[in-house]
Each structure stands twice: as C-alpha cells, then as structure tokens.
Nanobody
C-alpha cells in the first residue's frame, strides 16, 4: 500500500504562483510513478503532469506546459507541483496519484493509477 497526502492548496490571484506537495508513505512509494490530476467543478478529472520514479521522465498536459513544473524528492518521500501564471481555469481539486511504472499504460490515463490522495483545493480568483 502507498498512502498519499496532498498539501499546499488555497486561494491565489490570477497570475500568481502556488506550490503543491504530495507526501508518500508505505512500501516502495518512492519508486512509483507519480502524477497530478485535477477536477474542476462539474467537469471530469483531468491529467496535469507525471514524473517517473527516478525523476528522469516527465509528462505534462498541454494546459500545464511552460507554467507548471513537477518534481520529486525521494529522500523526503515527496513530490511537488510548482504552478505559475495561474489562470481561473486552473481552479479545481488537485489529486496526487501513483502507479508502479511510467510505461504501464499512458501516463495521462487515470485508470492506470492505483493509489490516490484525498485532494487539495486550488482556487484562482480574478
């Protein structure tokens, strides 16, 4: 089992920045591919970014490219999502997720992720 806990959400103004963190615990959590998904009110949950267990491979949704950076700090069992130039459409609940391998299915396919956090709310106000 891998337990994931997100933190760092809150309210931010348009154009601002925010850093989300995901703390992992449990067996082999550090070797798992991890990702961020988000769900806006009334919408389906969507992929944001993913990072391999080693941190050498990353993938971003088009909406996140150039604005968001995913990173992981295995020594501390954490993963982060640095978000900048935030827009109102970035508002939503952000979820941390984990799966065993970067190559086990598409990294943007949420059905491939076995472990999920409870989510943290991000609200971008104009």
């Amino acid at each position: 089992q891998v337990q994931l806990v997100e933190s760092g959400g809150g309210l931010v103004q348009v154009g601002g920045s925010m850093r989300l963190s995901c703390a992992a615990s449990g067996r082999t959590g550090n070797t798992y591919t991890k990702a961020w998904f988000r769900q806006a009110p009334g919408k389906e949950r969507e992929f944001v970014a993913a990072i391999s267990g080693s941190g050498t491979m990353t993938s971003y949704a088009d909406s996140a490219k150039g604005r968001f950076t995913i990173s992981r700090h295995n020594a501390e069992n954490t993963m982060s999502l640095q978000m900048s130039s935030l827009k109102p459409e970035d508002t939503g609940v952000y979820f941390c997720a984990a799966k065993m391998s970067f190559y086990s299915g598409a990294v943007n396919d949420q059905s491939g992720y076995k472990f999920w956090g409870q989510g943290t709310q991000v609200t971008v106000s104009s």
